[in-house]
Nanobody
């Protein structure tokens, strides 16, 4: 079981930047990802990174967000640039039970953080 703790959320104006971090403990050689959920909307996968470092992004954030991980520090990060009001949501980091990523919405991710709020004002 992987324990995950997010930090770095906050409020920013449109066009600004934020960096989210996720501290992981336990076995961490899994695909990891950032998800977000806005009020009244379904949770969506935002960015993924597998154990080899291969990344994937939702179309809505491609070119603006960058996912990375520091294996030595067991830390997952999400650099968010050119933020838009529609990026406002609770952001969660998650760990899969596999070293590679499965992008299906039906896949059950094994571990979740408590979430960190990101608010972007226009």
């Amino acid at each position: 079981q992987v324990q995950l703790v997010e930090s770095g959320g906050g409020s920013v104006q449109a066009g600004g930047s934020l960096r989210l971090s996720c501290a992981a403990s336990g076995y961490t050689r899994y695909c990891m990802a950032w998800f977000r959920q806005a009020p009244g909307k379904e949770r969506e996968g935002v960015a993924y990174i597998d154990y080899a470092g291969t990344t994937a992004y939702a179309d809505s954030v491609k070119g603006r967000f960058t996912i990375s991980k520091d294996n030595a520090k067991n830390t997952l990060s999400l650099q968010m640039n050119s933020l838009k009001p529609e990026d406002t949501a609770m952001y969660y980091c998650a760990a899969a039970g596999l070293p590679y990523c499965i992008y299906s919405s039906s896949y059950e991710w094994k571990s979740w953080g408590q979430g960190t709020q990101v608010t972007v004002s226009s």
